[in-house]
């Protein structure tokens, strides 16, 4: 039973640390039954995970899924070539808990730079985060004489540009969420221009990404000390993950 015991704290362990890392709605566990029972019983509701079994089921649109198989399927890693870009008129935009920067770029040269104070999680309004983002862009776009793409360094985490979750908006409830704050960054985008490129990722990505460009060099490791902890890897290929890397969340040392 000891062993048992342990075995079972070890593997939850490593799932935890596994979805704050990667990310994902589906744990496959092969061989042993067991271990299966107690993992599906913890990650889910009314389990000790259950915070990290729905979290995991809101961000992916999934429902969350412990799966006992014969095999344990390939690792489905899906890397992003990111950027590096400096040429032409671009804004860069990140958006912190405490304040929020934008800078305006013109072929790699800093033409505009400004840090301005807000709020962003003590308000339920999703209108205050719209328009402090909307102002902070168009300020930028006005020292250029266009714009021709736009980056954010954002806390949360990000689908497809998509806002998934991220504590600027804590004060919001699900419903405005759902409406008015999952394509935000889209629908600013919209208002500076038509089809302006935009990206946008986590902090930790974007930190890493200026840690690879800054020594020139790939297989870097960044961390964003914000509001939560978080991290980004550019890979030997100088690739991003896709990963979640929320290390503020990861059980283990």
């Not at 566990?29 to 889910?44: F, P, Q, R, S």
């Not at 505009?112 to 209108?127: A, L, T």
């Amino acid at each position: 039973a000891d062993m048992k015991d342990a075995n079972n704290y070890y593997i939850d362990r490593l799932v935890k640390t596994m979805l704050w890392l990667q990310g994902g709605f589906r744990v496959y566990i092969a061989g042993d039954k067991d271990v299966y029972e107690y993992l599906h019983a913890t990650y889910n509701k009314g389990g000790a995970r259950e915070f990290d079994w729905d979290f995991m089921a809101n961000i992916f649109e999934n429902d969350f899924e412990v799966i006992f198989c014969e095999e344990v399927p390939e690792t489905k890693d899906s890397p992003i070539k990111m950027g590096g870009h400096l040429e032409g008129c671009r804004i860069g935009f990140d958006a912190g808990g405490s304040d929020r920067k934008v800078s305006a770029v013109i072929d790699g040269e800093t033409v505009f730079s400004e840090e301005v104070v807000w709020f962003p999680k003590i308000n339920s309004d999703p209108e205050y985060h719209y328009q402090g983002i909307l102002e902070a862009m168009k300020t930028a776009a006005s020292h250029m004489p266009r714009v021709d793409a736009i980056g954010v360094s954002s806390a949360g985490v990000y689908v497809d540009n998509r806002i998934m979750v991220a504590s600027l908006f804590l004060k919001v409830n699900e419903e405005d969420f759902e409406k008015k704050v999952k394509n935000m960054y889209l629908d600013v985008a919209k208002e500076i221009g038509e089809n302006i490129p935009i990206e946008v990722a986590n902090d930790g990505d974007v930190t890493a990404l200026a840690g690879a460009m800054d020594l020139g060099d790939n297989a870097v490791l960044g961390i964003a000390m914000g509001t939560s902890e978080a991290g980004g890897y550019v890979d030997p290929q100088g690739n991003i993950t896709g990963w979640l890397n929320e290390l503020a969340f990861v059980p283990v040392d």
